[in-house]
């Protein structure tokens, strides 16, 4: 089942996730306040819970709205895990006879027991969420509003090429072709404003179909500035014009577009499900990691409190052993 068509509060999976980490951090800490430190069986145990507690509602949600990026924003709540556990730690520690020296301690040490083996699920939960691709694709119910046009094209020597220098003229970002016999299809984009092309030829023509629409929130909308459509569409007329005077194209029509239903498809079939994972080259793996801080600054942050906790934690540790 997925909801067409319908618009997600923009911090929805965040506030899911959150309320999550305190209803985590609330239960693990009235079942056994010290259990997390006592043992390995206990640590596995927690960090096993917290993954499925992420997992299955940005899994099945992802896939009900159609959002497999913003799913992921889910796991951003998990920092609220630590800090619920310790609040909830020092409510039922005032219950015991301690002093406040000692409460502070065990609400530390725990806070740090907690984080720890909060960071380690929330990196294999983080990977996992992943594979939310390959089960759904963002919301295209709205495709069918986009902007539909299409030009015969007949070039001097018949080469498709024609097409892309078109488009990258105007200064869209062409993606990788898709070239069959006697048919193709060229994916396109600038900024949220998406543009998707079938050809086939046809002797020495080119019948093109282009499809004009916008992605925003992981939803299909039609175009939203009908001028720019416009002005892109007086653009690749002014241009084959251009070619024509100059022999570099021999005749060109605007046309409706003869091939809608098969370019929707291949559109859908593009923002749809992935079917195959690759891996990405060593090169991107490392531009990716370096921009890491810049593209995820919350999750930067959230590893850098928890590194900086356990180090903080081991220093006041080596402290109070050595320094008396």
Known sequence: ???????????????LGALLGILAGVVLGFYDPTSISSGPFPMFWYMFTVIPLYLIPQYTLGMVFKKPKGSRSIFKGMVAIPVSYAVTVALVSN???LSVEQMAWRVFVLFLASGILTMIPALIAFCLSLFVYLLTGIDTCALSDSKKFGYLI?????????????????????????????????????GPLRLGIYYKTLNKAID???????VNNETVTGPADEDEVLDFQAEMSGLLESWKSRGKVEEYSLVRGSEIQQTLQRI?????????????????????????????????NFL????????????????????K
């Open 1 to 15: 089942m997925t909801v067409c068509a319908h618009k997600t509060p923009k911090y929805l999976f965040s506030v």
């Open 95 to 97: 219950r015991i006879s």
């Open 154 to 190: 007949e070039p001097n020597g018949g080469s498709i090429a024609v097409l892309e220098t078109l488009v990258s003229r105007s200064d869209f970002f062409i993606g990788p072709a898709q070239k069959d016999d006697g048919t193709g299809y060229i994916s396109a984009g600038k």
């Open 208 to 214: 093109s179909t282009f499809i004009l629409y916008e």
């Open 268 to 300: 859908e079939d593009e923002l749809g499900p992935a079917r195959i994972v690759k891996i990405p080259p060593v090169h991107e793996i490392k531009d990716w990691v370096r921009s890491f801080p810049k593209n995820y600054p919350s999750w930067f």
């Open 304 to 323: 850098v409190a928890i590194v900086s906790a356990i180090l903080g934690g081991i220093i006041v540790t080596l402290l109070a052993r050595f320094v």
